[in-house]
């Protein structure tokens, strides 16, 4: 049998690319066979930083190479993510980012150096620090029915504490006021304790923080708490309710943080992080260590954190065009 010239390249291109695969999969199914760094978005100390270092150790040894913890904090996670958004797309850096990054930056930043979507391949989600609403002994309201016919009987007067223009929590508390219709001035500090101290100070009515920032102080007497902002009892304070279930039906706040690595990391590379640190999530030593961190862990699938990562952003760009909300 003769082969024609067009056919004989055919056999030559097709011969070729099945040589590159096997290659390519010989590559991937080697991965990792070096350190695997992960980049964190914020300072050393944080929620984010100490999930990332209770979880490190024990993806090390399921990866059989070392996973260096690396922070790059600055402007809201976004330079720890445009570094990560520019390395190779290899799956030796992966980047731990919070919810902030991935959902608010883009209407936040007018210029932002990165594409959450674009230029992201999502991994897993990997815990959440639930936020709360907590209120001044003093204030005449004790359910979020009641803060916010407090807030509309008293337009203008009632005030809640942030962590910072701009930050989630500043966020969370807009979304409050425009689900509501009602009129909270908000008073920006610089972090969760500032503002929880404003608040059990009385110079604001009400603060909106994490729930690893009042945790030490529950007991205190000195705020009182009005809800969880998520739409879910946290399990960290199954006792506390909702503010969907004492007043705001629907309302849904959550501070989450993901695993994600650079656009175009082999699927194979995705797959095999995804399936090690949802299962390091799940080990019962690590939920307690996160529990005492006052963290949940929230493993999923990429999927899952894409189609999160897409409808919080069009929930958040509608916030801040809404309210106007800026950064400091």
Not at 16 to 42: E, H, I, M, N, Y
Request: proline content about 8%; hydrophobic content about 50%; aromatic content about 6%.
């Amino acid at each position: 049998m003769k082969f024609t010239r067009s056919q004989f390249i055919i056999s030559v291109i097709a011969l070729a690319s099945a040589a590159a695969g096997s290659a390519a999969w010989a590559q991937t199914a080697a991965w990792p066979t070096k350190p695997v760094r992960l980049v964190v978005t914020f300072p050393a100390g944080g929620s984010s930083d100490a999930a990332a270092r209770i979880v490190a150790p024990k993806l090390a040894e399921r990866l059989g190479q070392p996973v260096v913890v690396d922070n790059k904090p600055g402007a809201g996670g976004g330079l720890g993510l445009d570094l990560v958004a520019k390395s190779p797309a290899d799956g030796y850096t992966i980047v731990l980012a919070s919810a902030g990054g991935l959902t608010a930056n883009p209407s936040l930043y007018p210029n932002l150096a990165y594409n959450p979507s674009r230029d992201f391949a999502p991994v897993t989600l990997f815990g959440t620090s639930p936020f709360v609403l907590v209120a001044n002994p003093s204030l005449p309201a004790n359910t979020a029915k009641e803060v916010v016919a407090l807030a509309k009987a008293q337009a203008g007067k009632l005030s809640f504490a942030s962590g910072g223009n701009g930050t989630a929590m500043h966020l969370a508390g807009e979304l409050l006021k425009s689900m509501t219709d009602s009129d909270i001035l908000h008073v920006p500090y610089r972090g969760s304790a500032p503002a929880v101290v404003a608040v059990m100070a009385g110079d604001t009515s009400l603060a909106i923080a994490d729930i690893a920032s009042i945790q030490p102080l529950l007991k205190s007497g000195r705020f009182k708490v009005i809800g969880v902002m998520g739409k879910d009892r946290s399990a960290l304070a199954p006792d506390m309710p909702t503010l969907a279930e004492s007043g705001v039906p629907g309302y849904d706040a959550v501070g989450w943080f993901g695993i994600l690595a650079p656009a175009g990391t082999p699927a194979a590379v995705l797959t095999r992080l995804n399936a090690e640190i949802t299962a390091v999530l799940r080990l019962p030593e690590i939920r307690e260590r996160f529990a005492a961190a006052a963290l949940e862990p929230l493993p999923s699938t990429p999927d899952f954190m894409a189609q999160l990562m897409r409808t919080e952003a069009i929930k958040w760009a509608k916030v801040i065009k809404d309210s106007g909300a800026k950064l400091d």
